[in-house]
């Protein structure tokens, strides 16, 4: 009887990381994820699961959604890159803060804060082999 209960508890652990994994899925109470996600009862739920148990497996999917997220992300921190090298200022600006962990508030030069992202975001790319030899002309007060 006991592997019955195991089969079935990593069934629920299964469906469980599934649900929580997927952004699109709603936030609900535990009673719900019970109800709408395994078709039990919140005390079959915790009979299966501890709450430090149940912890883990959210902390599961969370590290599952943010693989997911991973690829999305880096090809936004490409595009912010290219706009950067091309003199972008807002977009390095913004290259700044995630990359260098710059913070608004610091007081420097504009200028020198402007062609120091542009730098570092041509040195990106061109390690990525995406660097173009026309970005290193763009004029860098530029906007586009």
């Not at 952004?23 to 019970?34: G, M, Q, T, Y």
């Not at 959210?58 to 936004?76: F, G, H, P, S, T």
């Not at 090298?85 to 995630?98: D, E, P, S, W």
């Amino acid at each position: 009887m006991a592997k019955r209960q195991d089969t079935l508890k990593d069934e629920y652990r299964s469906k469980l990381v599934e649900y929580f994994a997927n952004p699109d899925n709603e936030e609900l109470r535990w009673c719900k994820v019970a109800e709408k996600v395994l078709g039990v009862t919140r005390q079959t739920l915790y009979y299966h699961f501890t709450p430090l148990e149940l912890g883990e497996i959210c902390d599961e999917a969370l590290q599952l959604r943010r693989n997911a997220y991973a690829k999305k992300i880096l090809e936004v921190d490409l595009a912010m890159l290219r706009k950067a090298a091309k003199g972008n200022t807002a977009a390095a600006k913004l290259v700044y803060q995630r990359l260098e962990q710059w913070a608004p508030e610091m007081k420097i030069k504009g200028e020198h804060t402007i062609s120091r992202a542009r730098e570092l975001a041509l040195d990106i790319l061109n390690e990525l082999g995406e660097g173009e030899k026309g970005d290193s002309e763009a004029d860098p007060g530029q906007d586009s």
